[in-house]
């Protein structure tokens, strides 16, 4: 796609349950990042993949998150039993290397409300 | 550790009215500091990218510039569609290699009344 394409655009669960959001990153880009943004927070670093490897986890918040790629393409979040201060927009961001000086373009977010 | 600054958290100016906003920040290595634009429900849209001390580029109404230690974005005869949050972002020289990973900071607020 001409885009960073990201699912559900809204999500709206119950604590405890889990959910799973959806990255299609912009194609021949290589480097994938998870970003969260909560109300009035700035950009929060979650995790970068190259190709299918996380090199970088540093920002997962818990064990509850976890994320995984396929096929250098697609990546999925999954938060287990969601808590209310799981709600935030989660930004997903492809570029076409992890390294070096290139800039990341960001889908439109996945807003997770838990109710 | 590092970190990234931004003022003021908002600023309204008149059309016409030019002003800068400043993004001050503190990096190990700095490899790459990005300007985006990010409107209400949508993802950041990227702008800039500075690399070294000096740097200047440019774009329609919009001019970022980096030192040493901040960037400014300055925003010449602004328009009301000019009105959105501008994030800056530091890229850091890691210790085991450059993950591209970004520090952003907490954005400025600008509004453009007509």
């Known amino acids: 796609g001409a885009g960073v394409s990201q699912s559900p655009s809204n999500k709206v669960t119950e604590k405890g349950k889990d959910v799973e959001l959806r990255c299609d990153p912009i194609?021949?880009?290589?480097?994938l990042y998870w970003y969260r943004q909560s109300l009035g927070q700035g950009l929060e670093f979650l995790i970068y993949?190259?190709?299918?490897?996380?090199?970088?986890k540093s920002g997962l918040p818990s064990d509850r998150f976890s994320a995984e790629r396929t096929g250098g393409s697609v990546s999925t979040l999954t938060i287990q039993r969601t808590q209310q201060e799981d709600s935030a927009v989660y930004l997903c961001a492809s570029s076409v290397v992890g390294s070096g000086n290139t800039e990341a373009f960001f889908g439109q977010g996945t807003r997770l409300t838990v109710v | 550790e590092d970190q990234v600054t931004q003022s003021p958290e908002a600023l309204r100016l008149q059309e016409g009215e030019s002003s800068s906003l400043n993004c001050s920040y503190t990096?190990?290595?700095?490899?790459?500091l990005f300007w985006y634009r990010q409107d209400p429900g949508k993802g950041p849209e990227f702008l800039f990218t500075?690399?070294?001390a000096g740097e200047e580029k440019e774009k329609e109404r919009l001019k970022a510039t980096l030192t040493k230690k901040e960037s400014f974005l300055h925003i010449t005869a602004p328009k009301p569609e000019d009105s959105a949050t501008y994030l800056c972002?530091?890229?850091?020289?890691?210790?085991?290699?450059?993950?591209?990973?970004?520090?952003f900071g907490q954005g400025t607020t600008l509004q453009v009344k007509p």
């Open positions: 194609s021949g880009h290589t480097a």
């Open positions: 990096v190990s290595g700095l490899r790459g």
């Open positions: 500075l690399y070294s």
């Open positions: 972002a530091v890229q850091a020289k890691g210790r085991s290699g450059n993950t591209g990973k970004l520090i």
């Open positions: 993949f190259q190709g299918n490897s996380a090199p970088d």
